[in-house]
């Protein structure tokens, strides 16, 4: 299971609903189960998608899979 820290959660929760998105850096994800989970999870980075947007094609390729999640407000649940 992929979870946040709670201090950066309600930071995430604020700006959500200020400015409808945020960004969360990698740092503040914390990553528990058992093995076969944590397998599954990273065999998803291997086939992650080209960043048709990278604006620096000369200088290389990126790879990246973007997530979305749904907030509701009444449960303050993401």
Do not use: A, C, H
């Not at 960004?23 to 503040?28: A, D, F, L, Q």
């Amino acid at each position: 299971m992929l979870s946040i820290e709670s201090t950066e959660k309600e930071k995430v929760i604020n700006e959500i609903k200020e400015f409808g998105f945020s960004n969360v850096t990698g740092k503040s994800f914390s990553l528990s189960g058992g093995f076969l989970e944590f397998i599954e999870f990273s065999q998803s980075w291997e086939n992650m998608p080209e960043d048709i947007y990278f604006g620096q094609k000369d200088s290389g390729r990126r790879f990246r899979r973007y997530s979305d999640f749904d907030y509701n407000p009444v449960t303050k649940k993401i």
